[in-house]
């Protein structure tokens, strides 16, 4: 197995109050994993010391091997920037590029050659469908194909892994399952890796493995192994109601 992000120990207090506890996670390369527990149980805190935009302040993370403690802060900017992608839920798109300029500008910002943009756009652009929209601005977009554009550009630079924060909040429920059968179609075609903060039982269950979170702690996890997704979604359902507590 080859993992790509653990955690030992992981911690993080905000001054004295402790948010996350001793959490020890691996996800393996090519997993798609959901993060789901109630409201203020530290999904987001956990995805964001992971991706490092937030410190911990105990334990340790290994993302592909590499300690994150062992880096400087710049160095750290420059690691977030080659292996991690994010969705997050207001898609994050820049109004005066075209979707094309949003995907690629990663790899411009990188002084990438031409060629190998276009080689690496042309996959993506065919995987995600999203070759008719691309010379239109996001004003002119839909929501749905808005999020594509931002999966696009999470996956563009092969990112070691992808973190998506709820990324069908701000969708209706057709872009959210069309979201969702891209993100299956992306972690099948080119083996991302994802990790995806929900409150939405219906997401995770597109997931293979779901990781529970309660007052900081891990305190369940699910495979969906031969499972259908419905059956899936039945067993997602079951473990949030004994855990108690609306998840949202
Ligand atoms: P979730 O994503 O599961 O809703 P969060 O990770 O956003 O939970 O928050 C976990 C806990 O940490 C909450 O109790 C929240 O109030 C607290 N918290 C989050 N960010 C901060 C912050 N910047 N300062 C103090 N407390 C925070």
Redesign the pocket.
Same mark, same amino acid.
């Given at each position: 197995m080859n993992p790509v992000i653990r955690t030992k120990n992981l911690a =993080?207090s905000? *001054?004295k109050?402790p !948010? +996350?506890r001793n959490i020890d996670l691996t996800v393996q390369a090519g997993e798609f994993t959901a993060?789901m *527990?109630?409201?203020?149980? *530290? =999904?987001?805190? +956990?995805?964001?010391v992971i991706s490092t935009i &937030?410190r911990f302040t105990g334990g340790e993370v290994w993302l592909e091997e590499q300690s994150l403690l062992q880096l400087g802060k710049s160095e750290l900017r420059r690691f977030r920037q080659e292996k991690m992608g994010f969705i997050f839920q207001d898609y994050n798109l820049l109004d005066t590029l075209t979707v094309k300029e949003n995907i690629l500008l990663p790899l411009s910002l990188r002084r990438c050659p031409a060629e190998e943009m276009e080689a690496r756009l042309e996959p993506i652009v065919r995987a995600l469908n999203i070759r008719d929209i691309l010379d239109r601005y996001p004003s002119e977009i839909s929501g749905g194909q808005k999020q594509r554009t931002a999966c696009a550009r999470a996956i563009i630079t092969k990112p070691a892994v992808v973190f998506a &924060?709820e990324p069908t909040g701000a969708l209706d429920s057709r872009s959210a399952t069309q979201l969702l059968e891209e993100l299956v179609n992306l972690n099948g075609t080119f083996g991302t890796t994802i990790l995806m !903060?929900t409150?939405d039982i219906y997401a995770a269950s597109y997931c293979k493995r779901v990781i529970f +979170?309660r007052d *900081?702690a891990v305190v369940n996890e699910l495979y969906s192994g031969e499972m259908s997704q419905r059956d899936f979604y039945d067993r997602i359902l079951e473990t949030q109601s004994i855990m108690g507590g609306k998840v949202?």
């Open positions: =993080k905000y *001054g109050t !948010v +996350l993060v *527990g109630p409201s203020g149980s *530290g =999904k987001s805190t +956990l995805m964001n &937030d &924060d !903060v409150h +979170l *900081g949202r």
